[in-house]
């Protein structure tokens, strides 16, 4: 992959993390200001990610439909910038609602075709590392987005922060401009002989478990995305102190899906799944106890590692399913987080209400280590796919099967 293509690729996978992770975290402060209760917040939510999860699934049958994702980056673009700042303008939790599912449909397309595009353009020796590359478009984002929009809103207003979230889709649209699409097909450098069909039981099993763990594992995350700002607002925090908590944890995270990405290179997938979800674990381990401003940063740090999780997770389900069956396969992964998102702001809202902050914190931390035992009991490989150069057995394979690797298309 060419570094004008992954600059372009990463950027277009940054911004709506940007956006979001600026967002996300002071919407419920501000639903509340329209009159909301939590419930309502909870089903606005919900909804909204439910259009993500569209966005997200969607793009994996529009990519294989029309062979491109460049037009579909770009377009988006456009439409979020239009919807975030109707966001600003809106006088009501409904109306809210519909421009905030707009800007989350929107986000699923870009974020997906990245991925998308990115599977179809890297070598199998660089999955990881590429996958990881994009995956730290997370942490810049919860960086970047989370130090920044407190400041604005207690400084200038909502207003200000929409109007200055609405002008990141330029960055988006630029960047899209510089993209080269990839045709579908044979992989990167993909040197299996007779990759599995899409339908075979050991891909669908794998593929299946893998899924499951990451909805687990998001459903988590999006309980604390509710539960976390609310519970601030109640003990006297500021806007500022609420979404600082989102940005310490991007710090301290940025380079880590690129490391997880690494690490999966050379050790394998598994183990750097299980590690991530045992880490968002203990992070609403430590959310359910928090009293000060610190324990909020060290909760979140932990569970913001489940972003690494995707990284890893995206660059293992390349390694199990064939080319033509990559974009609807990297699609439903890309989904996952966001059907968590719609169960856990679904649930939260409710159970808050119902069961109280603690139970209802309580109950989200055992989703993680359930996820952390189903990515062992997913099939994957635990070396790399390639042997490493210099070995007897990569020069043995060499000479005996010349004709495996697959032409670069």
């Known amino acids: 992959m060419s570094r004008k293509q992954l600059i372009a690729l990463f950027l277009c996978n940054l911004m709506p993390y940007v956006v979001g992770n600026g967002l996300i975290g002071l919407l419920p402060v501000y639903a509340q200001d329209l009159g909301a209760d939590t419930a309502a ?97 997370l942490a810049v984002g919860q960086l970047v987005g989370g130090l920044t929009a407190g400041p604005i809103v207690e400084h200038l207003g909502f207003d200000v922060l929409f109007v200055l979230s609405a002008s990141t889709y330029l960055v988006t649209f630029a960047a899209s401009l510089a993209l080269q699409d990839a045709p579908s097909g044979p992989l990167h450098g993909d040197n299996r002989r ?57 710090v301290v995270n940025l380079p880590l899906p690129f490391i997880s990405g690494w690490l999966s290179d050379r050790f394998g997938r598994k183990p750097v799944l299980f590690a991530c979800y045992l880490a968002g674990a203990a992070g609403m381990g430590v959310l359910v106890f928090a009293g000060s401003l610190w324990h909020f940063w060290v909760s979140q740090i932990l569970i913001s590692l489940l972003g690494s999780s995707m990284a890893v997770g995206a660059a293992m389900i390349t390694d199990l399913v064939p080319g033509d069956a ?4 990297l699609s439903k992964h890309a989904t996952t987080p966001w059907i968590g998102a719609v169960v856990g702001f679904t649930f939260t809202g ?60």
């Open 194 to 250: 007779g990759a599995a069909p899409a339908g075979s039981a050991p891909v669908s099993a794998a593929f299946a478990i893998l899924l499951a763990a990451s909805v687990l594992a998001y459903i988590a995350n999006f309980v604390t995305n509710l539960a976390r700002p609310l519970s601030m607002s109640e003990l006297g925090f500021d806007s500022a102190a609420i979404s600082t908590v989102v940005g310490i944890s991007g």
């Open 41 to 137: 917040i909870g089903f606005s939510m919900a909804i909204g990610f439910g259009a993500l999860a569209v966005g997200t699934f969607g793009s994996g049958w529009l990519s294989s439909r029309f062979g491109r994702r460049k037009p579909f980056i770009t377009l988006s673009a456009v439409i979020s910038l239009a919807g975030v700042l109707l966001m600003g303008q809106a006088p009501n939790i409904e109306l809210l609602t519909v421009f905030f599912s707009v800007v989350w449909l929107m986000a699923g397309i870009q974020i997906a075709m990245s991925n998308i595009l990115a599977g179809l353009s890297a070598n199998v020796t660089q999955r990881g590392r590429i996958f990881g590359i994009l995956g730290t478009g």
């Open 326 to 329: 990559l974009s609807a396969s």
């Open 350 to 409: 409710l159970a808050i209400q119902s069961l109280g902050m603690t139970l209802t914190l309580e109950i989200g931390t055992a989703l993680p280590f359930i996820a952390a035992v189903l990515a062992i009991l997913a099939r994957s490989s635990a070396r790399p796919a390639v042997p490493v150069a210099g070995t007897r057995r990569h020069h043995i394979l060499r000479r005996a099967r010349p004709a495996v690797e697959a032409p670069c298309p």
